[in-house]
Nanobody, 121 residues
Framework: QVQLVESGGGLVQPGGSLGLSCAASGSIFSLYEMGWYRQAPGKQRELVAAIRSGGRTTYVDFVEGRFTISRDKAKNTVYLQMNNLKRKDTAVYYC???????????????WGQGNQVTVSS
């Protein structure tokens, strides 16, 4: 019913920049909160940043000032611009979107397929 397709990521040197995007398609009536999570090897998945339908953003401390989350409502897409990347940012990044598929239904959580971000010299 709803698919999230991520793009971007890859390999970058410390201090470099990368961008991620996540486009939702399918049966979409409305989008609510959209966010990015990451999971490093041997660690639990953790929230990186989130943006609400009104545009209010939330960042975790370890990316504050370096990462920027944004959204394009017309394209049902959420973005994550990552600057001044550090080795500890290496992880698989997942997008998450809260999607209402029709009027009157309860929004559900949907996940992208995950994209690898590797920060290494």
């Amino acid at each position: 019913q709803v698919q999230l397709v991520e793009s971007g990521g890859g390999l970058v040197q410390p201090g470099g920049s990368l961008g991620l995007s996540c486009a939702a398609s399918g049966s979409i009536f409305s989008l609510y909160e959209m966010g990015w999570y990451r999971q490093a090897p041997g660690k639990q998945r953790e929230l990186v940043a989130a943006i609400r339908s009104g545009g209010r953003t939330t960042y975790v401390d370890f990316v504050e000032g370096r990462f920027t989350i944004s959204r394009d409502k017309a394209k049902n897409t959420v973005y994550l611009q990552m600057n001044n990347l550090k080795r500890k940012d290496t992880a698989v990044y997942y997008c998450n979107e809260e999607v209402q598929i029709s009027k009157g239904t309860i929004p559900g959580d949907y996940w992208g397929q995950g994209n690898q971000v590797t920060v290494s010299s």
